[in-house]
């Protein structure tokens, strides 16, 4: 791999730069970042367990 494959793999939009998966700092972040938010109304869980319990074939039948 050549460095500017290297570098621009290791750059995640949303990210800050120079950070790792094993960065603790990021992740305390996230962290802070997810307990801030409100929580899901019934609707909203609702629709992502919807949409990832789908049938198999779901997208063969919408063809």
Known sequence: MTET???AAA???G???GTNHGDAAYWARVRRI???A???SDLQR???R???H???DHKEQAA
């Open 34 to 36: 997810a307990d801030a």
């Open 54 to 56: 789908q049938p198999a």
């Open 11 to 13: 750059e995640v939009p």
């Open 15 to 17: 990210r800050p730069a």
């Open 5 to 7: 494959q290297t570098s």
């Open 46 to 48: 609702a629709r992502i």
């Open 38 to 40: 409100p929580p899901l």
């Open 50 to 52: 919807a949409a990832f």
